[in-house]
């Protein structure tokens, strides 16, 4: 069964750091596009970083370049995304999306809070 499950959420302080991890089983993960999406309280979905299958170029939402930075590990079929200096307007539930050809996968998501 086709699993993406993501990890590092918590509560932090504006300026801090967090580390989301996306667990992924179930499907050839080296073939597929690793993006995080985001969706705040009120707001749509809006994506917020994407790595091709190969790594190499990301690309990032203007909202967040600069701050935070998704990578992949195709030997573990782990992709993450290294968030720097949130802001309160980070606040939302992070999801990981697989995409290849037509294919999309969910994760659940991970609540990230930037508060103080």
């Known amino acids: 069964q086709v699993q993406l499950v993501e990890s590092g959420g918590g509560l932090v302080q504006p300026g801090g750091s967090l580390r989301l991890s996306c667990a992924a089983s179930?499907?050839?993960?080296?073939?597929?596009?690793m993006s995080w999406y985001r969706q705040g309280p009120g707001k749509e979905r809006e994506l917020v970083a994407s790595?091709?299958?190969?790594?190499?170029?990301?690309n990032y939402a203007d909202s967040v370049k600069g701050r935070f930075t998704i990578s992949r590990d195709n030997n573990k079929n782990t992709v993450y995304l290294q968030m720097n200096s949130l802001i309160p307007d980070d606040t939302a539930r992070y999801y990981c999306?697989?995409?290849?050809?037509?294919?999309?996968?969910w994760g659940q998501g991970t609540q990230v809070t930037v508060s103080s």
């Open positions: 790595i091709p299958s190969a790594g190499g170029t990301r």
């Open positions: 179930g499907f050839t993960f080296s073939w597929y596009t």
């Open positions: 999306n697989a995409r290849y050809s037509l294919v999309n996968y």
